[in-house]
């Protein structure tokens, strides 16, 4: 089955450091990739969708600045959450799709980062 | 009204039951649907996709799918304790760039 590997599953850091989470399709090509957040007991909250060698799209109330995504093949997105703080402690997921006709195919999740800011 | 309407449970069933987890939806323009299985601080797994109207089966689980009606059910024979989690459903067309998922269902089958 399609594989997706998410790295690192878990950081504690401190106020203000700058957090870059990878996210790698293992044994498919993905031309889609999508970042989520999680909080506790709650349902995916899409924070962007990022297509190989474009720009990614934020939804909305998502600070781009502050949630950098570079998507830069078709195996590897990365999600650079810069400066943060307390708040932005959360449970960030990637999803990858493989290439197919239109859109047609599932997507496929990573085990998620746990991430803590003290 | 959310796209993708899901009960939030929480279920709890002993083990060996079936298990009836639905959602419904209102875009006409999704033409394929799934299932996702998500243990807790895991990501979601994906459990069944489907293209067309009517029923599919893997195993214990079998997904069924009315168009007609804009409703979706996952199904599951003989229970485990294993499949604790929470089940999202899934939707999408051809020309979305991103699917929609319900909430999730969590589901607890005790021993």
């Known amino acids: 089955g399609a594989v997706v590997s998410q790295h690192p599953s878990r950081v504690i850091c401190k106020s203000g450091t700058s957090v870059k989470i990878e996210c790698r399709s293992l044994d498919f090509q993905a031309t889609t990739m999508f970042w989520y957040r999680q909080f506790p007991k709650q349902s995916l909250m899409l924070m962007a969708t990022?297509?190989?060698?474009?720009?990614?799209?934020?939804e909305q109330g998502v600070e781009k600045d502050k949630f950098l995504i570079n998507h830069a093949s078709l195996t590897l997105s990365t999600l650079t959450v810069t400066s943060a703080h307390p708040e932005d402690s959360s449970f960030y997921i990637c999803?990858?799709?493989?290439?197919?006709?239109?859109?047609?195919?599932?997507?496929?999740f990573g085990d998620g980062t746990r991430l803590s800011i003290l | 009204q959310k796209e993708v309407e899901q009960d939030p449970g929480p279920l709890s069933v002993p083990e060996g039951a079936i298990v009836s987890l639905n959602c419904t939806y209102s875009n006409s323009a999704f033409q394929y649907f799934m299932w996702y299985r998500q243990y807790s601080r895991k990501g979601p797994e994906l459990l069944m996709y489907?293209?067309?109207?009517g029923n599919k089966e893997d195993g214990r689980f079998t997904a069924q799918v009315d168009k007609s009606s804009k409703y979706i059910s996952l199904f599951i024979r003989d229970s485990q304790p294993s499949d604790s989690a929470t089940y999202l459903c899934a939707m999408g067309n051809t020309n979305a760039g991103k699917s929609t998922f319900g909430d999730g269902t969590t589901l607890t089958v005790k021993p």
């Open positions: 990022s297509n190989e060698g474009s720009k990614a799209t934020y």
């Open positions: 489907t293209y067309s109207s």
């Open positions: 999803s990858a799709r493989a290439l197919g006709q239109g859109n047609n195919q599932p997507q496929h």
